[in-house]
């Protein structure tokens, strides 16, 4: 450039531009830190065996810690059955009061009742990792859309003795838990397969609680977070 040139750019446009990428980066940041819902973008890698419910919310509280929203107290939406002498919990009871949004803002339900009635707005659209990102459902390869849930389409545990929480999630061999459907599609049009918390007990050829048994029914070991408070 010649001393009688212009610059291209001016230093005040410059400023200007810089200061909208700082202003950007706070934004995103503070959407997720109020999200209070999300689908978990891993497991702990054993199949249902997720360490029992104090281990499915540490998996919950860790996902949450490493997309800024760790201040909260999160819980996993499973519920556990009756067994050795210790009662039932049921899942709806463990994830507070709502309302829930998604890492976009996008509100799932305004309370316990919306999220297990009808008109909730938890989709394969708003069923997003604690990352913000969608999770692969019917059509997409490999189908991830089976989350655990061990829960009854209320939210409450199963009584009588079928397993149904792949022993209480403990078990990586032998057992069966219920999955809900994110994406709320299945291989019928059915009740059942647009469920998002109880659509079929798991299964396969290891016992059915291996991330092999869960792999080939269309899950990976997914489940809900709520933030509780």
Known sequence: MTRFEKPTTSPSLALAVAALALLAAPSAQAQSADMTFFVTSS???????LGGLD???????KLAQSAGAGTKTWRAYLSTQAADGKPAVNARDRIGKGPWQNAKGAVIAK???D???AANNLTKQTALSEKGEGINGVGDSPNRHDVLTGSQADGTAFAGPDDRTCKNWTSSTQGAAMVGHLDRRGLRDDEPSKSW???HPSRGSEGGCSQADLKSTGGD???YCFAAN
């Open 43 to 49: 497991g702990p890698g054993k199949g249902a065996d």
């Open 55 to 61: 281990g499915a919310d540490a998996q919950c509280q």
């Open 111 to 113: 309370d316990v009742a």
């Open 115 to 117: 999220l297990h009635g």
């Open 197 to 199: 918390n109880s659509s």
């Open 221 to 223: 070991g997914l489940f």
